[in-house]
């Protein structure tokens, strides 16, 4: 795997206020004749000026991802069949897999999913392929792993395939953990099927000494919180009521009635938790601190941190010593509407408690002079942490980009991005989300792709989300045939394109007359299951449309200057009822109000 640097903190003094001594770099897009064109390692982004020295910190954690009983030449060179456009999932893949010769792994596989964690298809070929060989050995965390490939990608016939036959058959059922069952369930719901996330749950409870009566509560209020954060409040409610009437002597836990308050401020239906909350305290159940760390989020989420903070004082008075999960909502509730001076109020509170502010209590106040646009507040707030003790974490760092992308500052943005590398952390997924979005927005393909290759060199692979990012932007820059190779290699790697993208890429193919690559779109489009629901927002012609509203919003303008000098608007009022176009009867106003004012 990748080595490790040592991480230092950053100095974002240097970052936001010093100039980039090379502010126009000439990234140019590879031929992809022969690979993926994004396949090509990317080289550093921006070269910057060097941090001045960092602090001393203590050696780094080991690679999680080493491991001595496989080597990075096997992990490299499963890597480059993966991301070659030519090798298919099924027998082209395990073809190319029985030519290199690689003896496999359980740790080597493992390693490779969680790089490849957005390739189902691919990944689910190698694992079929290592079983097939001589002395290997699944474990069970590579087995909860293709479960959950295959879960995430909606594969849900293969997932239950794979649980069954260890299940029934005699191919080590040890392997099929509660953790399986956890990922059906979740993912069940994320697809917006909780019948089947409960069947899931059921089936798992009827299976002779699976589970313990711990375990089954355990995996019961998993099936509660999966559906309440889909927003699927109300058939978590209806399924607990039923258990509760057909199993009169079950005693919920406290965590039951905390996952559906929860559920119900997500939903924001404030009357359903004041109502579940009451509930609560007559069943005789005691609220806990996570109880209370519930109720003060929720009313920080409905933006009513006055109550959340009169809760403070009721759970003091109820014996329950509050701590960071019911500070940190209400400290940041008050970071988010702007209201700093409450915020460090509630924060000198908390530091004089033992706990003391957490990562988090920073993170949000990080996150509200962001929000306020204060970045000399936000670089103090990361220097206090820092002078505590407390280390900054990717999410830290994302709130800043999060400002960067939504104010369309590039250069401080890669800026950025490249002291967080120098200084050895490790950019998450959202980070080149929040990094690809900025670049789109801003029409800069040449720093996108390249983000794109980092991000697959750094172990993140390219999810729905990010590869849609840059077919969009590929396509507004006229990159057709690379806009297609993209799409191309989503399908290959078992992700299904959004069909508002496949739609707009069809639209522009014909529209420009390229009638065969539209045709092979068509075709890649039609080889997957998919959904043929476009958004409301939807318009065949963008251009024909941007257009009109330009035409519209020139017109308004103009209207808006000259009604400044018309000194009686009331003649506005015989217009109301013309049987006129909107357009015409604008253009005839402006013509009357120029005559009125004497300014034709």
Known sequence: MLSQKPRHFLSLALIFFKPNPNPNPSLLLRSFSGQSWLSVPGNPLIKWSSLSPPPSLPPPNPNPNFDPKFSENDFSTITKLLTDPSIFPGASLRTALDRVGIDPSPSLVQAVFEHFDSSPKLLHTLFVWAEEQPGFRCSVKLFTSVINVLAKAREFESAWSMILDRIGGDKEPGLVSVDAFVIMIRRYARAGQPQSAIRAFEFATNLDSFLSSESEMSLFEILLDSLCKEGLVRVATEYFDGKRKSHRDWIPSVRVYNILLNGWFRSRKLKKAERLWVEMKSDGMK?????????????????RPEIAMELVGEMRREGVEPNAIVFNPIIDALGEAGRFKEAWGMMERFSVLESGPTISTYNSLVKGYCKAGNLVEASRILKMMISRGIVPTPTTYNYFFRYFSKSGKIEEGMNLYNKMIESGYTPDRLTFHLLLKMLCEEGRLDLA??????????????????????????????????????????????????????????????????????????????????????????????????????????????????????????????HRSSPESVESRANRLIEDIKTKANIK
Do not use: W
């Open 287 to 303: 609220p806990s601190v996570v109880t209370y760390g519930t109720l003060v989020e929720g009313y920080c989420r409905m933006r």
């Open 449 to 574: 792709v390249q983000v794109c290759k980092e991000m697959r060199t750094r172990g993140c692979d390219m999810d729905l989300a990010t590869s849609t990012m840059l077919i969009h932007l590929l396509c507004k820059m006229n990159k057709f045939k690379e806009a297609l190779s993209e799409f191309e290699d989503m399908i290959r790697r078992g992700l299904v394109p959004q069909y508002l993208t496949f739609q707009n890429m069809n639209d522009e193919l014909r529209k420009q007359g390229m009638t065969e690559m539209a045709r092979k779109l068509c075709a890649l489009m039609s080889s997957v299951p998919h959904s043929t629901k476009l958004p409301n927002t939807y318009v065949k012609d963008r251009d024909e449309s941007h257009e009109r509203r330009k035409s519209i919003i020139k017109k308004a303008e103009a209207m808006s200057k000259v009604l400044k000098t018309c000194s009686d608007p009331r003649e506005l009022v015989k």
